[in-house]
């Protein structure tokens, strides 16, 4: 089953959930600051869109918005253009911390890398593939991944922590 999203639709999505995180990492009494580096081409290259300084060093966090929380999964990305080879980011972030963020919801799943992404390489047959197809200009492109329940993950990988924000 493939769905269809604008770019629009997806650049809002992420910045709105950058933007909550960064405000709950700022609140928290650890923090000593946080940079955002989206745009930095260095930092996108490693897929990392947050360094979260706190009284004991730096987090690097790749921040993931999603609103389809109504399904209770997660989409963890294994192409993010199908069409050009290009691997999903799930694949190989260089971040700590994966925050999953149901923008709808305001919930925040912490995943530790790459220890998830270790047990999801091993696991992931299990899990149903999806994908997306994303208009560009006069073309698109395929994001395909797998729809992994939330529970599962909670249950079966070490770490991970759910906030309310």
Not at 18 to 37: F, G, H, M, Q
Not at 113 to 137: D, H
Not at 140 to 147: A, E, K, M, N, P
């Amino acid at each position: 089953m493939t769905y269809a999203y604008s770019m629009d639709d997806a650049v809002q999505v992420a910045k709105l959930a950058a933007a909550d995180i960064e405000a709950w990492l700022w609140a928290k009494p650890e923090t000593r600051s946080v940079t955002n580096v989206e745009n930095d081409p260095d930092y996108q290259r490693r897929d990392i869109d947050l360094i979260w300084t706190t009284q004991t060093g730096e987090i690097l966090i790749e921040v993931k918005g999603d609103r389809w929380n109504k399904t209770r999964n997660l989409f963890f990305e294994t192409h993010s253009n199908l069409e050009k080879g290009t691997p999903g980011c799930f694949m190989y972030t260089e971040a700590n911390w994966l925050f999953y963020y149901f923008v709808n919801t305001r919930q925040l799943y912490r995943l530790p890398m790459p220890k998830t992404r270790e047990w999801f390489l091993i696991t992931m047959k299990r899990f149903r593939e999806r994908s997306t197809t994303t208009p560009v200009r006069d073309s698109h492109y395929t994001t395909v991944g797998r729809l992994v329940p939330i529970t599962t993950v909670m249950m079966e990988v070490a770490g991970v922590k759910m906030e309310q924000l």
